[in-house]
């Protein structure tokens, strides 16, 4: 007899770094395979309608072949639709992988497939599931949620904004192309290339800072970006919250934060803010980034940031 298997469904966003670069890595992958349905996308759009059928065929696992931009797509799809979220299983298939790699099938989008499939050829797959609370972003004037893991603002975006044109088309392993956008982004801080953007943070009523930043980022990961790990003073992990850190524009600031960024470790310090939070809001006109997707902000429409949504991943190591 046939071993039944729980339907379970992929979504392709063509346009990934990985994905447009190696076109149809995954068709062999998903031959023979029964009870998978593949959608491959073009954008955000698609997934309305793919959620729907999702739904449809009783789709316990979601399989997301994509960089963080089309996790981040995924996610605020998912925490819209009517229907219960499934178990989302995230491969790294963009130029920034950094959602997939910390909560997702691991660095390698071969082998991460490989044991997602092991894991439900064996059944067990609901005993390899983990909840996050995911970072959502509230826009302001009436506009769409947005959720994700890595939320950017103030000067450094300009930065990101540059190494997104002229550093990530590269053909460059992802470490080195990493290495390099730290480099940029401390080069624009040191040089004072950037002379600091308004921001004005309350953490629920309460004033936290106000004035000029160079950068300020939030996520809900355990890692701020490439590699670096906050060290709050507000003491161990507590429920529903996601790190918060900003940094002040000037050379002095950045040549005092060079060591922590080189140890790999943020803790508050002068010109330095790094704390927990459940909810805050920020006060400024610019651009800003989820999850190296670009937005635009306005000043009279306050940007809301919360973790208190949740969802489940599967595990990429046992």
């Avoid at 939320?151 to 990530?168: P, W």
Wanted: charged share 20%; aromatic share 6%.
């Amino acid at each position: 007899m046939t071993k039944a298997f729980a339907p379970l469904a992929v979504i392709t966003n063509r346009g990934s770094t990985l994905n447009a670069r190696q076109e149809s890595w995954i068709t062999p992958w998903l031959s023979g395979q029964p009870d998978i349905h593949h959608f491959p996308i073009e954008s955000g759009a698609d997934l309305t309608s793919v959620l729907a059928r999702c739904a449809d065929l009783a789709v316990e696992t979601l399989v997301v072949n994509g960089g963080d931009g089309t996790a981040s797509l995924v996610f605020s799809a998912v925490l819209a639709a009517p229907t219960p979220a499934p178990a989302l299983a995230l491969l790294p298939s963009g130029k920034t992988n950094m959602t997939s790699t910390r909560w997702g099938m691991g660095a390698n989008k071969e082998e991460g497939l490989a044991r997602l499939f092991d894991l439900r050829r064996r059944g067990v797959l609901a005993q390899n599931l983990e909840t996050h609370n995911v970072l959502g972003v509230d826009p302001g004037g009436g506009r769409a949620l947005q959720y994700g893991a890595f939320f950017g603002a103030a000067d450094v975006v300009e930065g990101i904004l540059f190494c997104r044109r002229h550093l990530y088309p590269l053909p460059l392993p992802h470490g080195l192309s990493h290495a390099a956008a730290l480099g940029v982004l401390m080069g624009r801080s040191l040089l004072q290339t950037g002379k600091g953007s308004d921001v004005t943070v309350h953490d629920h009523e309460s004033l936290v800072e106000s004035g000029r930043f160079f950068m300020i980022v939030a996520t809900a990961l355990d890692e701020m970006l490439l590699g670096l790990r906050p060290t709050p003073a507000d003491g161990p992990e507590l429920a529903s919250t996601f790190h918060y850190m900003s940094l002040r524009p000037g050379t002095g600031a950045a040549l005092r934060a060079v060591p922590r960024f080189l140890s790999r470790r943020i803790n508050p310090g002068r010109d330095v803010t790094v704390r927990r939070s459940q909810r805050m809001t920020l006060k400024f006109s610019g651009p800003y980034t989820l999850d190296g997707e670009m937005f635009m902000a306005a000043a009279d429409r306050p940007v809301i940031l919360d973790a208190t949504k949740t969802l489940r991943f599967v595990r990429g190591i046992s």
